[in-house]
């Protein structure tokens, strides 16, 4: 079983966060059968990923839990304290009153009696409750994000999140919430990888103590938002065959390599395995730099949403 390395979160208070620097995500597009789902997790579990990422939206939350209750039956696992999970607050519920029973939602599908990081997924509110992308424009409203980051704060001095965070904010966004945050947030989840590298954004939050984690680490290719820009890169193939590497083991070690943690998603269980095994090389400067240098996709990405007064309604989410 492989062994992950974990990072150290801020987390006002005495408690000591730790978070595995890989997760397993549960996001499919389409989405995955349960049996298929749960099967995948307790493989996962099998292989040493102890972090796994759902969302409400992604209804993934249900196929975990159950997942986690037969890891402890098989005895896969001692506690649930070994593992470490991630849920997001979704849009249609990102409002102050809505985000405590949200999350005991959550916590019902999953099993659980907390979560170890609660984010809000998107920095704005949908009128109503969506499960597909792009949403109509007059469904998509400025976030009230003042009263719902009160709320989210609440979640954890209730002792129902050990950590919360973000996700797809840019930096003026965590400025505006760093200017009233009771609790900063501990993670900011973007999509990053080598062809979507978000240097200033990431620049941004390690000079504020929020950690970064990258989703969608390899392109999110075969998916209807991403493209085989990292996996089918030429310079990335030259060092995988140079290395005795996969072009994504190359590119999970870069995305590692800049001091971000990673969330990655195989059903395939060979994959599954080999996207663990990045630990036991370094990238060379010259690798490093060709690497930092690839050209960026343009366009839209979820990081770069604009706002609450100017945001961009073609919208593309893992659901």
Sequence with gaps: M?????????????????????GMGTSSYPRADPETAKAAILEAIRAGYRHFDTAFAYGSEQDLGEAIAEALRLGLIISRDELFITTKLWASFAEKDLVLPSIKASLRNLQLEYIDMYIIHWPFKLGKEVKSMPVERDLV????????????????????????????????????????????????????NPAWQLKKLRDFCKAKGIHVTAYSPLGAARTKWGDNRVLGSDVIEEIALARGKTTAQISLRWVYEQGVSIVTKSYNKERMRQNLDIFDFCLTEEESEK????????????????????????IDAEL
């Design 2 to 22: 492989a062994k992950v390395p974990s990072v150290t979160l801020s987390s006002s208070g005495d408690e000591i966060l730790t978070m595995p620097i890989i």
């Design 141 to 192: 409203q400025p976030l009230d994000l003042k009263s719902v980051w009160e709320a989210i704060e609440e979640c954890k001095k209730l002792g129902l999140a050990r950590g919360i965070g973000v996700s797809n904010f840019t930096c003026s966004m965590l400025e505006e919430l760093l200017s009233f945050a009771e609790i900063p947030p501990a993670v900011n989840q973007l999509e990053m």
């Design 291 to 314: 690497m930092s240098h690839l050209p960026q996709r343009k366009g839209v990405t979820f990081a770069s949403l604009l706002g609450p007064h100017d945001i961009v309604l073609e």
